[in-house]
């Protein structure tokens, strides 16, 4: 099956057709995945068995013109609860927890009838910008096998940039959908915050993670995002308002004509040259189009990645002082007595970039530092929304380059966490902000041929204008048709 030649409405009208079953399409899609794997390294876990039982199961049932998910194969970062399907979060402290429920996310997944084809790698509990902080292996990117497919959803964005499948789950802290989408050339939606539930999300920063999915088009990402949205009684920050139907709206007439864009100028600060000239071509494109292009200011964007860095550091270490050797998890051998058990099991089972974020927060938040450090970067994220606020008083989206260069080589920044860290620059002030965001690919870089992406910025609980907006671009480009030569020359 070549995912790249096809959409989930396609997939979905084959399947009611009979022109493929739910256990040839699991067949061949676990076939293309075994060809791609040795390379790539997107899972962590294939979930074959099962995969193939449930697709027996269902064409056995049958596949009805309203089930849209239906035998349709798609994976899960495994930072999301898969009820009897390993769950590590990449990370040693959990390599062998399988959990006994599922997250609200992935249930309503399976009352759809997905198929659950197995779990992505990742960094480590979702922290890190490479996924070369997961604690088994270094996922590599499709279209560059030397080269990062960024992080922390990497796993989940070099399966769909490779064509093992439609769509694959992940999560965003603090871009970890959005970079990755950027550095493989497929989408990456971050909806707003509260607009899917976190209801068995391994944490890193509760007020910042939100679920969203990677997908090869605008179309597809709509319809599954959809799906998991609404709220959950489960999740008191999940959203009351009603999930509209996204994709309903993307065809031949939607239009970005008298589209108000702003472009904040601080988002071409420290841009690389080749992404500079993708994102100034595709501003131009869509001015073309009859947007209006303006150019703003967000002036406290230079304040998010430190202020983002020391209030994400600070939940994550509230979050994961649960992992203690005692109650489920990773247990060192050989405790002398229990303050053995919590400090080898942590430092053991945790790698070094989560215990230098546990640091980082636990300082934060201690007797002392707290107001001059975690509650100067509480006041720095009010003013990182106000700065939204004021633009959006008079634009319909912020648009920009979702990261300030294409993915760097495996090895290059590992070594340097503050370089790594400003990777973010672009992505973290929407998490700051609980505003929605996508990338889509806006072309190649004329330097090394790699993939740039579009950031499309939306107000609190406007998908909808974010989806219109990268719809027309994508449909009046043809950047996402691209795909990667495994092993080849792109």
Same mark, same amino acid.
């Given at each position: 099956?070549?995912?790249?030649?096809?959409?989930?409405?396609?997939?979905?009208?084959?399947?009611?057709?009979?022109?493929?079953?739910a256990t040839e399409l699991?067949?061949?899609?676990?076939?293309?995945?075994?060809?791609?794997?040795?390379?790539?390294? *997107?899972?962590?876990?294939?979930?074959?068995d099962e995969a193939l039982?449930?697709?027996?199961?269902?064409?056995?049932?049958?596949?009805?013109?309203?089930?849209?998910? *239906?035998?349709?194969?798609?994976?899960?970062?495994?930072?999301?609860?898969?009820?009897?399907?390993?769950?590590?979060?990449?990370?040693?402290?959990?390599?062998?927890?399988?959990?006994?429920?599922?997250?609200?996310?992935?249930?309503?997944?399976?009352?759809?009838?997905?198929?659950?084809?197995?779990?992505?790698?990742?960094?480590?509990?979702?922290?890190?910008?490479?996924?070369?902080?997961? *604690?088994?292996?270094?996922?590599?990117?499709?279209?560059?096998?030397?080269?990062?497919?960024?992080?922390?959803?990497?796993?989940?964005?070099?399966?769909?940039?490779?064509?093992?499948?439609?769509?694959?789950?992940?999560?965003?802290?603090?871009?970890?959908?959005?970079?990755?989408?950027?550095?493989?050339?497929?989408?990456?939606?971050?909806?707003?915050?509260?607009?899917?539930?976190?209801?068995?999300?391994?944490?890193?920063?509760?007020?910042?993670?939100?679920?969203?999915?990677?997908?090869?088009?605008?179309?597809?990402?709509?319809?599954?995002?959809?799906?998991?949205?609404?709220?959950?009684?489960?999740?008191?920050?999940?959203?009351?308002?009603?999930?509209?139907?996204?994709?309903?709206?993307?065809?031949?007439?939607?239009?970005?004509?008298?589209?108000?864009?702003?472009?904040?100028?601080?988002?071409?600060?420290?841009?690389?040259?080749?992404?500079?000239?993708?994102?100034?071509?595709?501003?131009?494109?869509?001015?073309?189009?009859?947007?209006?292009?303006?150019?703003?200011?967000?002036?406290?964007?230079?304040?998010?990645?430190?202020?983002?860095?020391?209030?994400?550091?600070?939940?994550?270490?509230?979050?994961?002082?649960?992992?203690?050797?005692i109650r489920y998890g990773?247990?060192?051998?050989?405790?002398?007595?229990?303050?053995?058990?919590?400090?080898?099991?942590?430092?053991?089972?945790?790698?070094?970039?989560?215990?230098?974020?546990?640091?980082?927060?636990?300082?934060?938040?201690?007797?002392?530092?707290?107001?001059?450090?975690?509650?100067?970067?509480?006041?720095?994220?009010?003013?990182?929304?106000?700065?939204?606020?004021?633009?959006?008083?008079?634009?319909?989206?912020?648009?920009?380059?979702?990261?300030?260069?294409?993915?760097?080589?495996?090895? *290059?920044?590992?070594?340097?966490?503050?370089?790594?860290?400003?990777?973010?620059?672009?992505?973290?002030?929407?998490?700051?902000?609980?505003?929605?965001?996508?990338?889509?690919?806006?072309?190649?870089?004329?330097?090394?041929?790699?993939?740039?992406?579009?950031?499309?910025?939306?107000?609190?609980?406007?998908?909808?204008?974010?989806?219109?907006?990268?719809?027309?671009?994508?449909?009046?480009?043809?950047?996402?048709?691209?795909?990667?030569?495994?092993?080849?020359?792109?």
């Amino acid at each position: 099956m070549d995912f790249y030649q096809t959409s989930l409405s396609q997939l979905h009208d084959d399947l009611v057709n009979k022109k493929i079953s739910a256990t040839e399409l699991a067949k061949e899609t676990f076939d293309h995945i075994k060809e791609n794997e040795d390379q790539v390294k *997107a899972f962590i876990t294939l979930n074959e068995d099962e995969a193939l039982k449930r697709a027996t199961e269902i064409d056995a049932q049958g596949i009805a013109a309203d089930q849209l998910m *239906a035998g349709v194969p798609l994976a899960v970062k495994d930072n999301i609860l898969t009820k009897g399907l390993t769950t590590t979060a990449a990370s040693k402290m959990l390599e062998n927890f399988n959990p006994v429920y599922d997250a609200t996310v992935v249930e309503k997944l399976n009352n759809a009838g997905y198929i659950n084809v197995g779990k992505t790698n990742l960094d480590e509990f979702a922290m890190g910008s490479s996924t070369e902080n997961s *604690a088994f292996f270094t996922t590599h990117n499709p279209w560059d096998l030397t080269r990062v497919p960024g992080g922390s959803s990497g796993g989940s964005a070099a399966a769909v940039a490779a064509g093992d499948v439609l769509g694959a789950l992940g999560t965003d802290t603090g871009g970890s959908i959005r970079m990755p989408a950027s550095f493989n050339g497929v989408v990456g939606m971050k909806p707003t915050y509260g607009r899917v539930s976190r209801w068995g999300i391994i944490a890193f920063g509760s007020s910042f993670d939100q679920v969203g999915w990677l997908t090869q088009n605008v179309k597809d990402n709509a319809l599954l995002t959809a799906l998991i949205s609404g709220n959950d009684e489960h999740d008191m920050t999940s959203s009351l308002k009603e999930v509209p139907d996204w994709a309903a709206q993307l065809n031949e007439n939607t239009t970005v004509k008298g589209l108000r864009i702003a472009v904040p100028k601080e988002y071409f600060d420290g841009l690389a040259e080749d992404v500079h000239d993708v994102i100034k071509a595709a501003l131009a494109h869509l001015e073309s189009l009859g947007a209006i292009v303006d150019e703003v200011s967000l002036p406290h964007t230079k304040y998010g990645v430190p202020a983002y860095y020391i209030l994400a550091s600070s939940e994550a270490s509230s979050n994961l002082q649960r992992y203690d050797g005692i109650r489920y998890g990773f247990r060192a051998d050989d405790v002398k007595n229990l303050e053995d058990v919590y400090v080898r099991s942590r430092s053991e089972g945790f790698g070094e970039e989560v215990k230098r974020r546990i640091m980082l927060g636990t300082f934060s938040l201690s007797a002392g530092f707290y107001d001059a450090y975690f509650n100067k970067a509480a006041k720095v994220r009010r003013l990182i929304a106000q700065d939204f606020e004021e633009v959006f008083k008079d634009h319909d989206v912020i648009v920009g380059a979702t990261g300030a260069t294409t993915a760097f080589k495996i090895g *290059a920044e590992i070594d340097d966490p503050k370089k790594m860290y400003m990777n973010d620059v672009l992505t973290v002030p929407v998490n700051m902000a609980g505003l929605p965001a996508m990338s889509v690919p806006a072309g190649f870089s004329a330097k090394n041929g790699m993939p740039v992406g579009l950031q499309i910025i939306g107000k609190a609980f406007d998908e909808q204008t974010i989806y219109n907006t990268g719809y027309v671009f994508e449909q009046t480009t043809d950047f996402h048709k691209k795909a990667p030569k495994l092993g080849g020359q792109n």
